[in-house]
C-alpha cells in the first residue's frame, strides 16, 4: 500500500491530478494515514470542492495539523463557525504557524483584535515569517503602536532581502511588495517622507 500511495504522492507533485486520484483513493480506503489529506487536495485541485472537505475531514479528525488549515480554509466561507474550530485546533498543536497566522486573520475580521494579535505574535517568531511579521505590524499600526509596527516592518523587510526568491509570480514576492509600501504608509504618516519615497521606487520597481 505504501508503494500505491507513493505513486500517487508523486503524481500529485507532478501536477498529474486526474492520475493521482485513484491512487491516492485506494491508498485512503485501505487505510494508509497519510493518503486521505493527500486526496482531499488533489479532489481541490479537480475542482472537487464538496469531496476534497470530506476527505480533508477524515485527516483532520485523525490529528493531521495540515489538514486542519486546509479544511478550515475550505470552509471558511460556507461555515465560518466550523472553520475558526478547525483552524484553532491546528494552531493550538504547536506545529503550524500558518495556522497561527491564518487563524489570527481570522479572529481580526471577526473583530477579536486581541486574541488576533497574540497568533500574529505566534507566526512572527517563527524563523522565517515575513507575512506575519507584516500582518502583526499592520494591526499594531491599527491599535496606535506606531514605533512597535515600524520594527515589525523592518524585520520583515530584513528577511525579505535574506531570503527572498526574485520570481515576480511568487506569492511570497508580492506579500514582500506589499510589505515596502505597507511601511512607507506608516512613514509618510509619521513624518518621514524621503525613506517613504524610497521605499515606494522600490515597490515600482518589483512590479
Excluded: K
Excluded at 46 to 63: F, I, M
Excluded at 106 to 135: H, I, K, S, T, V
Aim: glycine fraction near 8%; hydrophobic fraction near 40%; proline fraction near 2%.
Amino acid at each position: 500500500m505504501q508503494d500505491v500511495y507513493e505513486q500517487g504522492e508523486a503524481l500529485y507533485f507532478g501536477g498529474e491530478y486526474a492520475e493521482a486520484e485513484p491512487l491516492l483513493r485506494r491508498a485512503a480506503e485501505e487505510g494508509h494515514a497519510h493518503a486521505p489529506y493527500r486526496l482531499g487536495r488533489c479532489c481541490q485541485e479537480l475542482g472537487r470542492l464538496e469531496e476534497a472537505v470530506r476527505w480533508l475531514r477524515v485527516a483532520a479528525e485523525h490529528g493531521d495539523t495540515l489538514a486542519m488549515n486546509d479544511l478550515a480554509l475550505c470552509l471558511e466561507d460556507g461555515n465560518r463557525a466550523e472553520a475558526v474550530v478547525w483552524m484553532r485546533r491546528a494552531a493550538e498543536t504547536g506545529s503550524q504557524a500558518t495556522a497561527a497566522y491564518n487563524l489570527g486573520i481570522f479572529l481580526e475580521e471577526d473583530g477579536n483584535l486581541q486574541e488576533a494579535e497574540r497568533w500574529y505574535r505566534e507566526g512572527a517568531d517563527c524563523l522565517y515569517f515575513p507575512a506575519a511579521r507584516n500582518r502583526l505590524a499592520l494591526l499594531l499600526e491599527l491599535t496606535g503602536r506606531d514605533d512597535e509596527a515600524e520594527t515589525w516592518y523592518r524585520t520583515a523587510l530584513e528577511e525579505m532581502a535574506a531570503h527572498e526568491d526574485p520570481d515576480e509570480q511568487d506569492d511570497d514576492y508580492q506579500a514582500n511588495t506589499q510589505i515596502l509600501l505597507d511601511l512607507a504608509g506608516l512613514l509618510e504618516r509619521t513624518g518621514w517622507p524621503g525613506e517613504a519615497r524610497d521605499l515606494r521606487w522600490q515597490a515600482a520597481g518589483r512590479s
